[in-house]
């Protein structure tokens, strides 16, 4: 039904479309001249005719189902339920009037479901009568405005304006939404846990905080010595630095070899394939590091006589390592062939080599440019999960022994809500302030960073 | 004085050739793990294109099937063949025990039934004659074939029995083992059984996700992109949006997943696990992507083609959509096809949304639960079977080709369509 | 005396030919100055003789250019020697982005020609001294040299140039990105720096080659037309085309 009556809203559309345009034609036959291209009055007319049917259509589909809720929920109230109970009571409601509950069918529920029915056609009606209400209405004034050869041209492009203004504002309203998302959860989690155990605590076990029993009270004590963020910290740390370790030596020198050494040839196939690298979903190396390379360092260090667990931060470290490979290698190389000529040269004629022109020169001109790229890495370390939860362990050890087993920030916000999420659960709150962590710290390096490189380019364009 | 000058030089071209080793070492390291990687998914996954079969000498006995004489297509339907199949399989070895009939029958799938009535109801004739009929073996034989199950371990450490492979080499002997190319890898959705799980679910779920991704993100970040790039003032909200943007770009996906959990399914009460909240969630996270190449290709359209419109008396506005944004469309185009390929390559937001659960049906529309290809390699690579392990190589060589195509494709539209302004 | 002497030069970008067969000598201690429509090859030519143009992919060069009785061309030639002993100046100041100091002391310390650090800071100190900059940047030694104005700059990289004490420097263009003031400075400080060195220098202000040199050579589409004393290129020359080109009637 309410795809029948979207259809039919943008049918009316183009239909007005094309009376305006003829609208506009027959004023040309009466030689008057025209304010704008005959399609401005079709455009004019389909605007008047779909926008305001569409806006009390969505607003209808947005209030519709709480305001049902509310009218039927009402009977039940002053009866003592809880909001979860009456939560379900509706749920059977709407089930039972679908005709798809299995369950014990009590007349209480019969009288709601009918009434829900009821509601819902009424609601279908009016809401049907109103659009074409606003339809006739709209498209009337529209035409009598076209008719009188108004001006169609600037109101239909003001409109466009809008539409792009409103499509603009969709990365802050993304922004904000995963501000809104996080900050909810985060302050309630931190009304049950003091923001102090959860920073300087150093024992993580979330498992314990079983899932609650919603009719029982909240007894915080219960959860004393359960958040503890220390060990994740630490791991996310670690992780990450075992992870520079490996991309920033090989990613740096192999951006500076493509940069300064390699031939057009060797650049041209050799840039590219270490660019798959970064094109390869996270998930498989998540697979790699956990099939492949874990069970790798596990049996050389079993041959070294060390004790070595499959899931060790260097494995999980060192294949996130390769990962950020081509994100240092490519940005530092930008970076560096932006570093001007007149350099080099200058250098050059001194009479130093290669290698000193780009250790002594290039290198501390692009510096900033290549610290930039390194925290953008970071970043990505840090915010990296697959890989983490695949590879690494999910009990969060505190340990700084790379053959050991550690947890990060995001493997531990995947462990607690992959599967059934109860919110308002201490648990569940606890993924949220960890993602409110990760976002506020990786929206620092960021803005660091990129505010890093901005200046950079800036100062050798 | 001249020789110590010698041995400096020489120390530096020294350090020359070290450095410039060091370099080509990196470039060698970063291609060395490249080679490794690929080959290592691949040497663990072709053989998952490839499928063992028992061909099982079958008796269609009316009797066991409990069937009158001259059945009706209906009767056929609903015949018992459950008790024809595992007598089939009894009959592999009349003198069996029971422990060993149980054996016999675990060296196939549980859908031999199932296979054994297709093979009926093909061909009804078929009633009191004997026919080979394929069944698919089960996984650990599967394996065992393929070469990939360490046979000299001590038996309880593995799963296939010493009785079964003594049947099974019998069998092999008989030339009754076939391996055929495993068509059902493409056609069957996820199964708890290795033997028989296929991608077709988490497949159709990544069409699903990324169309709903494509179909909002593209309008809206092409839109924003021309506003911010043509009509935007230059002030401090506009920065800011800038910002915004750039910055979106960088954050974690595993947030964008909070997000949809925390909005799209708490607030808006939308369907769990269903390819269209994926969709959404996806498709915030390849908004800035598109927005930025967009932006790009609008920025690298010449002012003189605007001036030129301009100049003709044409409107800001029919500047901008007649000229300037078609002639951008190939590097829009392109950065979206790429960005799509991030968001098909996404694990972490989809698992946070529930597109883990487990599916069994190959979903029809973007409202019903399914989960997607990387998450369909997350979930099999968690599994302990080790039927799984090819099966996750496989997924990986679908999925990684599939993002090879994508990103051919761009490429191709950036350098046929794109036009070089100098 | 000859320092420089190059026989049958070419030489080609890809497959543009952008010198032919230049044979030209360069006396020792005095100032050579190339002149000629842009194009002709005059930079091209003086970075043939530090070997600068090996820094450029798809440029050949081919014949003899030989120091001091040595064809730097040959494959035996170091051009990490050869570039210490020629120093170079640049159109554009092109300070390294460091200090003034580390500017200076970048050639002596990759030379290894300090042993301590009072050794150094006496070589900073006559090199800016030489450079007539001595006395506007001693007390800002430590800041950035990118800090300069423009001719401060210019006379920062010949003060970088000379701190290897080379014999001979190489001066494309060096005062086009100046004022006239700063221009004089440097011509004076050219006229100085001829006693130590051997100076070849690009200009396109006919004035200018007449007032600091006393050889010149007269370029044109890759070719050197005509060289000889400066007197003699300006006064009476016996090519048209160099008369053509010195009264302004072309280029
Ligand atoms: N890097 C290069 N690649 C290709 N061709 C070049 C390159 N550098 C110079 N050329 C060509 O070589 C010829 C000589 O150039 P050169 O720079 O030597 O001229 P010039 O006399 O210094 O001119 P100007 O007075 O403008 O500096 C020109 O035709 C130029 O186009
Ligand atoms: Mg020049």
């Known amino acids: 039904m309410n795809l029948v009556i979207f259809i039919f809203i943008v049918l009316l559309g183009f239909t007005s479309y094309y009376f305006g345009r003829k609208k506009a034609y027959s004023i040309q036959a009466t030689n008057t001249r025209l304010t704008a291209l005959p399609q401005f009055y079709g455009y004019y007319l389909a605007i008047w005719c779909a926008i305001p049917a569409f806006i009390i259509y969505s607003l209808w589909a947005i209030f519709e189902p709480s305001i049902v809720k509310l009218i039927i929920l009402s009977d039940y109230s002053n009866q003592g339920y809880l909001d979860d109970e009456l939560n379900l009571i509706y749920e059977k409601t709407k089930s039972l009037s679908r005709g798809q509950f299995s369950g014990e069918i009590t007349t209480y529920l019969e009288t709601s479901a009918e009434k829900y029915l009821n509601l819902r056609s009424i609601a279908q009606n009016s809401k049907v009568v109103l659009i074409l209400a606003i339809i006739i209405a709209s498209i009337v004034y529209g035409y009598k405005r076209i008719s009188s050869n108004n ?203 290669k290698s000193e022109t780009i250790k002594k020169v290039i290198f501390p001109a692009a510096l900033p440019g290549i610290v930039g790229s390194i925290l953008l890495g970071v970043s990505r370390a840090v915010g990296e999960t697959m890989i983490v939860v695949m590879a690494s362990g999910l009990a969060a050890n505190l340990t700084f022994n790379p053959l050991e087993s550690t947890s990060t920030i995001t493997a531990q916000i995947v462990v607690i809500l992959i599967g059934d999420q109860a919110f308002g659960d201490p648990k569940t709150q606890a993924a949220f302030a960890l993602g409110m962590t990760l976002f506020l710290v990786t929206l620092s390096l960021n803005i660091f960073a990129l505010r890093v490189v901005k200046k950079y380019r800036e100062k050798y364009e | 004085m001249n020789k110590n000058k010698e041995k400096l030089l020489n120390s530096r071209y020294r350090a020359e050739k070290r450095f410039q080793f060091y370099g080509k070492s990196a470039i060698f390291l970063a291609l060395l793990f490249l080679t490794i990687f690929i080959f290592k998914i691949f040497s663990t996954g072709y053989t998952a ?163 709903v991704c494509l179909v909002i993100a593209f309008p809206v970040a092409v839109l924003a992109a021309i506003y911010l790039e043509e009509f935007a003032p230059k002030n401090r909200f506009t920065d800011f949006i800038e910002v915004n943007i750039n910055n979106l770009a960088a954050v974690p996906s595993i947030v964008f997943g909070l997000l949809g959990l925390g909005i799209l399914l708490a607030v808006f009460q939308l369907p769990r696990s269903t390819p269209l909240v994926g969709g959404i969630t996806l498709s915030l996270m390849t908004l800035p992507t598109i927005i930025i190449a967009c932006r790009a290709s609008l920025k690298a359209v010449p002012p003189s083609i605007r001036e030129a419109a301009l100049a003709m008396g044409a409107s800001k506005m029919q500047t901008t959509m007649h000229h300037t944004v078609p002639l951008s469309m190939p590097g829009t185009l392109s950065g979206t096809i790429i960005g799509l390929a991030q968001a098909l390559g996404e694990t972490a937001p989809l698992i946070l949304i529930g597109m883990v659960a487990f599916v069994n049906t190959i979903p029809g529309s973007p409202l019903d639960p399914a989960a997607s290809l990387p998450v369909q390699i997350y979930i099999w690579a968690e599994s302990a079977e080790r039927g799984f392990v090819e099966k996750v190589s496989a997924c990986i060589m679908v999925l990684l080709g599939f993002l090879i195509i994508m990103n051919l494709f761009a490429q191709i539209i950036r350098h046929k369509f794109e036009k070089k302004w100098s | 005396m000859i320092k420089i002497n190059s026989k049958n030069v070419d030489v080609f970008y890809g497959k543009k030919q952008a010198l032919f067969n230049i044979n030209l000598d360069i006396e020792e201690n005095q100032v050579t100055a190339l002149i000629g429509p842009s194009g002709c090859g005059k930079s091209t030519f003086l970075r043939c003789l530090n070997r600068m143009n090996d820094v450029i992919d798809i440029c050949r060069v081919k014949g003899q250019i030989i120091i001091n009785d040595f064809d730097i061309n040959d494959k035996s ?57 001595w006395e ?98 300006f006064k009476n020359p016996e090519n048209k085309r160099t008369q053509d080109y010195i009264t302004g009637r072309f280029g």
């Open chain 3, 77 to 133: 030639c170091d051009v990490v020697r050869l570039r210490e002993k020629i120093g170079m100046v640049f159109q554009k100041p092109n300070p390294f982005p460091k200090t003034i100091y580390e500017n200076i002391s970048y050639g002596p310390t990759i030379h290894g020609m300090a042993q301590s650090k009072n050794e150094m800071d006496e070589i900073v100190e006559n090199s800016l001294k030489k450079a007539a900059l």
């Open chain 1, 151 to 353: 001006r169609t041209r600037e109101p239909v492009e003001k409109f466009l304006n809008a539409v792009l203004f409103t499509a603009s504002l969709a990365a802050i309203l993304t922004t904000i939404g995963i501000v809104f998302s996080l900050i909810f959860q985060t302050i309630d989690f931190f009304k049950v846990i003091p923001l102090f155990d959860f920073i300087f605590g150093t024992h993580w076990y979330p498992a314990k905080a079983f899932v609650r029993d919603a009719s029982e009270p909240l007894d915080p004590s219960m959860y004393s010595d359960t958040f503890g963020a220390v060990p994740i910290f630490a791991g996310t740390f670690f992780i990450a630095l075992i992870a520079m370790c490996v991309a920033i030596p090989i990613g740096l020198m192999s951006g500076i070899y493509l940069a300064e050494y390699a031939s057009t040839k060797v650049r041209q196939y050799a840039k590219p394939l270490i660019e798959i690298l970064a094109g390869i979903p996270t998930v498989v190396y998540g697979f790699f590091a956990a099939l492949t390379v874990g069970p790798f360092l596990k049996d050389i260090g079993t041959a070294m006589g060390l004790e070595v667990s499959a899931e060790s931060a260097l494995a999980a470290g060192g294949v996130m390592g390769i990962m950020i490979i081509p994100f240092i290698s490519s940005l530092s190389d930008d970076v560096i062939t932006s570093v001007p000529q007149s350099l080099r040269d200058g250098s050059y004629a001194m009479g130093a080599t």
């Open chain 2, 49 to 211: 294109f490839q499928k063992t079969w028992l061909i099982v000498p079958v008796t269609f006995d009316a009797e066991t099937m409990y069937l009158d004489e001259n059945p009706s297509k209906e009767d056929l339907e609903d015949a018992d063949y459950f008790d024809l199949a595992l007598q089939t399989m009894f009959n592999l070895d009349k003198s069996a025990s029971e422990k060993q009939q149980n054996d016999l029958k675990r060296m196939v799938s549980y859908f031999f039934e199932r296979e054994i009535k297709r093979e009926l109801l093909n061909d009804p004739s078929l009633i009191g004659k004997t026919k080979d009929v394929y069944l698919t073996a089960s996984d650990d034989l599967d394996q065992v074939f393929k070469g990939n199950y360490p046979r000299d371990l001590p038996e309880d450490q593995r799963r296939v029995t010493d009785y079964q492979l003594k049947i099974f080499d019998q069998l092999v002997e008989q030339g009754r083992v076939e391996s055929k190319f495993n068509l059902s890898f493409f056609t069957y959705p996820d199964s708890r059984e290795a033997e028989l799980a296929g991608i077709a679910s988490s497949f159709m779920g990544s069409i699903f996700s990324i169309l």
């Open chain 3, 136 to 233: 506007e940047v001693k007390d800002r030694l430590h800041e950035p040299g990118t800090g300069l104005s423009g001719g401060q700059q210019q006379r920062l990289c010949i003060a970088r140039a000379i701190s290897v004490k080379p014999e001979v420097i190489l001066m494309d263009e060096p005062c086009s990105a100046l004022d006239p003031i700063a221009t004089a400075q440097i011509e004076e400080l050219i006229d100085e720096l001829k006693k130590d060195h051997t100076i070849i220098i690009v200009t396109h202000s006919m004035a200018q080659a007449a007032r600091v040199s006393q050889n010149t050579g007269f370029f044109h589409l890759g070719e050197l037309i005509e060289h000889g004393s400066t007197d003699k290129i």
